[in-house]
Structures are given as structure tokens and as C-alpha cells.
């Protein structure tokens, strides 16, 4: 394979820690497994984990206000009778565009409908068929079946409802709310009299305060970074703190250029964007502009249905067509009551705003929806820094390659979290407990204001406009520069705060999403280049991989004897230089 050799894959420097500190002179708690997010992902690995372990959770905020919580369309496994997990698992693949690990889609596609089932055994009431027993089955784009379970339109916070009961019920587990984690403590052998090596815990703002929490091993399940774009379909927590965290913890990230962007978040000026479910098409709505023209059958053999990349990118070339001002999603042909019946959360935010879908076209836009990269790991969580484990949103696993099928992401929680807690406490089992202190110097900053809020505004903005649906090296460029002016800028400011946190984290992670996206030269999956308009296997078969310090790193992934997406093995080529 011929190595890449594109201009942005050049490391981005950050510091190692957001603040000084000294545990010595902080609140200190202790515990076996620190699980550091709430949603389906950290939960299902904090009950796993609690089987032999204590386990503290910390909620960045509350549980309701998690990306999970507000997922609406479903979780993907082939219950019914005439699926089968191999074609979920194929419909996986080939969104992914050649970039999945096969490996692990497969494992996960066929523990789905076991998962699925012990979930609805423990109390989550996805809806039902008519005949009262099997699941109903809704469609979502790149699926070649229905098997999207659903409750209603609101299934993540079923999900969310259904674990976080079992959580409160379960002895050794004990949770923490608005705990907002600064930075991983990381401790290295012979330092503050220590022998361990690896993540120790974590540094923490709560309401009344900074602590630390050290712990035997530490699972990251804190989410993306979807709140890095103007328009954003995420909860307002959605900065990648546990991304960023980790990377300024010396640990690899990979396939940070790839974002998912859903083709429908209500769009009304001055109206936060709330995102309208995919499976509103996969029941029949339709996409029009406002001539009433059904666009998307010119673009897709499977018009709505298509992958969410293709509708992205069709709503916004039609979009720029004169004389078309907006899209609109059409239910108006449904019958009298299914919307309510089927969408009730749809059809809340609709009677909220005035619009009523049986009567009128609800206008939409796409948004950012899921963070593809994020902490590299292996097929148990495992991180490059020993005790640090990661799993869901945060975590790149390799399920969803460069582009994640639609309704595979609770899913990807549900199967890998257990798996992630059990791994986790087996760590902590063999680890030992740290008792040394960790102190970090007060960086070279000075007391100063900045208006973090416009700041964040400014990058988002840019980050929307050029690291968005569509993406072209010289706006790249031009906002490769403005961060790195605006990380010039933070680095020498005082941070005491949350929305100081969110900024710096924001900062360093839209930095490494526009090198990433500098570096691939070619348009796959969700990343779409206008000036390298077609998929590249010669050159960008492989994930770039981002530590701090060092430059990308290209892992390539050797198809010999490999099916038409399979990957066999990966294999790093020699490092690139911009
Ligand atoms: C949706 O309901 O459209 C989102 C489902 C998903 O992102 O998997």
C-alpha cells in the first residue's frame, strides 16, 4: 500500500494536564472501577463490571440529559424470522465502506438479539406487533430489513430508564450527578510513591468543588463531540471530554474525520434543532422542497432510505439550487392519528411549535449526530494506557467503520458495554489499589478573562462551515489556522470552570478533526471531500491514529484474502509528515 501522504497528518500538540493540581490538598475517593458516563454504554458496563467489583458511576450531568436518553429511533438486531444477524452484519460492512473491523460487526450483529431480548427482560417495553408477543419492527435507511426495535420515538430514554433502575438497585454501585471530569490522573512508576503505571482515576469539578477519584481501573463511556458543530442533533454535554482527556493523556485516538450527520433535525430559525427520527422514512414520510418535488428518487435507488451520508449531502446540493429555500419531511399522506400513535415525542415538538404534521410539511436540516472516531481500543475496551478502558460513543471500536448504520450505536453500547466492565474488572482484580499522590505543576498560564461563549460560537461556526457535510483543503486550512490561533490564545488563560473545560476540549478535538479530515485525501463514508471526490483504496485503505507528541500514525488494513469489506489484519505503515 502506498503511504498517505496528506498535509494535515501532523500531531496536535496539547499540555498534559487542563489545570494544576495536587491531590494532597483535594477531596479523595476511592473505588475498584470508576465508570465515567451514564449512558447505555457506561451503564451496562458499571453492571457488569459491579458482578465482582465496586463501582462508582459520575454523570456529567443527569441521566436524562445523555445522548442515549435522547436517542429516539431504536436498536438494530435481525429477530424477526426472516432475518438474520449475517445481513445485519453485511448491511454494517458495506456502510462502513470497507473500513469496519469484520471481525467484531460480526460478533456484535449476532449477540444483538440476545442482547435486545435480556433488555426487555429486565423491563425496557419496546412496542409490540399486533399479536401482542414479537416485537415491532421499524425500517431505517441502509438496512436491507426491519429490525429496528422501538419504543415509540423515544427508545434511548427507555433504554436509559430500563438501566439506570438496575443500577440503583445494585449494591455496589453508587453514582455521582453534575460530576464533571477535568483530566485522567495518570501515574508513572516510581513517582509520588507509586509502583503503578497507567490511568489511577480522574480529577473531578463537582457542584461544591474540585476531587479526585482514583480507582483500579477507569472505563471512559462519556460520549462524543457532537456539540463541536453549529448545527447538532447532541445534548448541550456532548464536548468530548473523555476524547480529549484522554488524548492529552497520551492516549491513541483514530478516524477523527469521521462524523454521521443526520439528514433531519427540525429546522425553524431561533429554535434549538431537535432531530426527527429516521424512522419517520422508514414509515413512509417523504423528503420534498418546497415546489413539493420528491428530489431524493433522482439521487438514490432507495430515495429516503438511502444512507444517511447520500441524504445529507442531496439536502444540501439541493438546497444550494436556485429557487429552492427548504426541505420539508411529508406525512401528511399518513392516516389520521399514526403520527401521534407512533411518534408521540415528534408530534410534542411539533404541537410546541405550532406545526401540526398532518397538516403541514415539517421543515429540516441536516446535523451533526455521532462521533465516529474517538479512543482507539481493542474488542474488550482496552486503551494503550494500562486501567483505562472505553466503550460507546467515546470509543472506536471499529463497529461502524466510516460510516455507522443507522440504530447499530445503543446496540454497540448494549453488547460491548457488559463486555467492557468485565474486562475492566478483571484489570482491577490483578491491579491493586494506588495510594501514592499525584501533583501536576500549574501550567504556564496567567489569570485573565475570555469570552468562552464566543469563542465556542466562532468555532462551531467553522467547524460547520468547513469541517461539516462537505469539506475541501482550503477552508480546511483556513480553519486549521483559526484554532490554532484560538488554542494560542486559551493556552494562556486560567481555566476554573465548565465552560472553560468545554472550550479547551472542543479546541483540541475540532483540531485533530480538521487535520484528520486534511489528511485523507478522498471522500469515504461520512467524510466527503469536494476536491477529492472518490474513494481512494490505494492510498487511505486504514485508520489514522492521533497520540500526543508524536506524528499520525497510518494503520493500514491488509485485505489479502479478505472478502469485498472484510479486513484480516491490520498493519502500520511508517509514520507521515505533512
Ligand atoms: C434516529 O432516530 O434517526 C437516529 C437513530 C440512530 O442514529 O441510530
Redesign the pocket.
Known sequence: MTSPAGRGNRAVASERYLVGFDTRDLPRYSTDILVVGGGVAGLSAALAAAKSMNVLVLHKDVPALSNTSW????IAAAVAPDDDPDAHADDTLRTGCGLCDTELVREIAAAAPTAVRQLADSGARFDRAADGATFALGR?GGHGAARILHAG?TTGAECSRTLITRVREHARISEKENAYVIDLITADAGVGGTDMNGCVGALVQGPSGRYAVFARAVVLATGGAGQLFRETSNVPGATGDGIAAAYRAGVSLRDMEFVQF?PTTLYLAGVERV?V???VRGDGALLIDNHGDRFLKDVHPDAELAPRDIVSRALLAHLARPGVFGIFLDMRHWPKGHVAGRFPGLARTCAHYGLDPERDPIPVRPAA??TIGGVRCDHDGATDLPGLFACGEAACSGLHGAN?L?????LEGLVLGPRVGAAAARAAAVRGRFLGDVCAPAIGRRRGSADFADLRRSLISRMWRSAGVTRDAEDLGVTAAAIAEWRGFMGGVVLEDRSGFEVANLLLLGGLMVAAATAREESRGTHDRKDYPERDDARFLGSFCWRRGAPARFVGIDRTGGGADGILSRRATPKQHG
Open positions: 436517542a429516539q429511533g431504536g431505517e420515538d443526520h432531530l427520527t429516521e424512522a449526530h455521532y455507522r443507522a440504530s447499530n450505536s445503543l
